[in-house]
């Protein structure tokens, strides 16, 4: 939480003192607040409500699109005749009058997105009643890195609106930090499906076609079967559309996956599951539940000559799918699997358990993490708490930030 707050103050801090700028303008002209404070106070709540309304396009890159739809807000912070917001080839967007001073402004950027430094220059112009004579530029930079610039256009120079230009620059290359950020977390849960997706053990598929084929002269009927399963269950696994999905999709994954299994093992593999309907539809990273069943199939068989039992249960708990995997097997040393969590040792035997647990916490937050139960010989039992409403998420969407 401290973290957030840090951010949140360094977010917001530079519109404060735009808006001080801003307030000072309106003060003399304010006369009936509605209780809300002196006219400065207003114009400082004024401020904060325009900045929130300019900062969702801003989260998602610096574009034409998201330049639109954030420029007449940056322009009403300033309280300037003009504003346009550039990258570094091209304006973006202009709003407000004097348009064709576009190239004029092209041509002056050079230095600053060089420098990564403001300036103020004059404008030419032959139109008599222009009011644009003057410009304020203002890059945005985020790590080291200029990606554009903010320029505002006024009549005339003024200290003031150069400070409050670099501010408010300032505030729009935090929002396109973030964007990067938002990016590069999008970046790291689709490396991570991939990382799952090259998990699917190749001794799998190799057995799980050996036992397809085995079926072919003796119960052909049942090799095609499993071979629609194989193909139903890798065409699940492998598909490229969505960073989500139903929880009654990734079930359906999983009847397919535990199908082959049983093909190979017969009763030695007993699963019983357990699913309220009413969480069918609830939505959850893709490739999540299903590699905690392949641990629990892998743990509940190895060393053991007997039954394997495995119970999945999917239960509704208000908010939230409480979704239990347990399997009765060989169980684990509770210090090695902290450490197998932590990414101190490499998961000889851990199918995916550290990748699910991490893009479970990158999704919801940190309470919703794996909860696992284990010791040497007692089974396993892996606790997936998914809220059923979550902003951004949505079966067959991606990652987004709301």
Not at 44 to 65: K, Q, V
Not at 149 to 172: D, T
Not at 187 to 203: D, G, M, N, V
Not at 365 to 379: F, M, Q, R, S
Request: proline share 4%; glycine share 8%.
């Amino acid at each position: 939480m401290s973290g957030f707050l840090a951010g949140l103050c360094v977010a917001v801090l530079p519109v404060l003192a735009a808006g001080v700028w801003l307030g000072r303008r309106t003060a003399r002209g304010a006369k009936s607040l509605g209780g809300l404070g002196t006219p400065v106070e207003h114009a400082t709540f004024e401020t904060l409500h325009t900045a929130s309304l300019a900062a969702p396009p801003l989260r998602a890159g610096l574009t034409e699109e998201t330049a639109r739809r954030s420029a007449r807000k940056l322009r009403s912070l300033l309280g300037t005749d003009a504003l346009c917001l550039t990258d570094r080839e091209q304006v973006l967007v202009w709003d407000g009058d004097g348009a064709h001073h576009r190239d004029q402004i092209m041509e002056r950027l050079g230095g600053a997105l060089e420098t990564g430094r403001g300036e103020a220059f004059r404008l030419t112009c032959d139109i008599l009643d222009c009011s644009v004579r003057w410009a304020v530029v203002a890059p945005f930079t985020v790590d080291d890195r200029v990606h554009g610039a903010l320029v505002a256009c006024a009549p005339r120079e003024s200290a003031v609106l150069v400070r409050a230009a670099g501010e408010v620059a300032r505030w729009v290359s935090v929002q396109l930090e973030l964007a990067d950020l938002d990016q590069s977390r999008t970046r790291l849960i689709e490396a991570e499906i991939k990382a799952l997706r090259a998990q699917i053990s190749p001794h799998f598929i190799f057995n799980s076609l050996a036992v397809i084929a085995s079926f072919v002269r003796t119960d052909p009927e049942h090799a095609r079967e499993l071979l629609l399963e194989f193909a139903d269950f890798t065409r699940y696994s492998f598909r490229r559309h969505g960073d989500f999905t139903a929880l009654a999709d990734e079930l359906h994954a999983i009847d397919h996956y535990l199908a082959l299994v049983r093909a190979r093992f017969g009763d030695r593999l007993s699963v019983t599951l357990q699913i309220a309907p009413e969480v069918l539809p609830v939505a959850l990273p893709f490739l999540c539940l299903q590699p905690l069943v392949e641990n629990a199939v892998k743990h509940g068989l190895e060393g053991k000559a007997d039954k394997c039992r495995i119970q999945i249960t999917a239960q509704d708990a208000g908010a939230e799918a409480l979704v239990v995997i347990e399997d009765d097997g060989a169980g684990m040393d509770p210090d090695l699997l902290r450490r197998i969590l932590a990414r101190e040792v490499s998961p000889s035997g851990g199918i995916g358990l550290s990748n699910v647990d991490d893009r479970l916490r990158q999704v919801y937050g940190d309470d919703y993490g794996l909860v696992i139960e284990t010791a040497p010989g007692a089974g396993m039992k892996i606790t997936v708490r998914i809220p059923k409403y979550q902003p951004g998420v949505h079966s067959g969407g991606r990652m987004t930030r709301e």
